[in-house]
């Protein structure tokens, strides 16, 4: 499995995000500072190394008390995006896995600072949320897709 998580077509054009976030259904995407957090934490979400890194090895507290603890504790004292982008990357081993990844994050950090903080620090529950429901839905779309190659190369063979 490569580390995109669609392939190029028609949505080629569109942030990682934008794809990720069309998966939920009845979801739209936040606006605003809200939106910037939300895409952050996403792309942060799925920059982790879960197969070398330690975090990995902490599922089962990852949702309710790792990201959220991390996410705090990068927001509150950061004086301004790049410096939490910084410390809770370090913090949980994350790095953007690509091209595309990279300039969405690069873009996202020239929002204005103090209002998508302030997002980070007073709404991280509910964001994590909303990470969540979006990697839940990641994953069943890539369940799928996974289901309808192996269909396809089934039908193939009995050709």
């Known amino acids: 499995m490569t580390n995109e998580i669609f392939t190029p077509g028609p949505d080629k054009d569109r942030r990682p995000t934008d794809q990720w976030l069309a998966t939920v259904e009845g ?35 990852y949702w309710d008390k790792l990201l959220p603890d991390r996410v705090l504790l990068a927001a509150i004292p950061a004086g301004n995006l790049r410096r939490f982008w910084r410390e809770v990357t370090l913090a949980l081993d994350s790095a953007p896995r690509n091209a595309a990844e990279r300039a969405e994050v690069e873009a996202l950090l020239r929002d204005k600072d103090e209002p998508v903080l302030e997002v980070l620090r007073w709404e991280t529950e509910a964001l994590l949320l909303r990470t969540r429901l979006t990697a839940d839905a990641v994953r069943g779309q890539r369940h799928l897709a996974a289901l309808a190659a192996q269909v396809d190369e089934h039908e193939d063979e009995v050709r």
């Not at 910037?36 to 990995?56: F, M, P, Q, S």
């Open 27 to 61: 979801m739209p995407p936040l606006e605003g500072p809200a939106g910037t957090a939300e895409r952050l934490l996403l792309l942060l979400h799925y920059g982790i190394d879960w197969k070398g890194g330690w975090v990995g090895e902490r599922r089962t507290t």
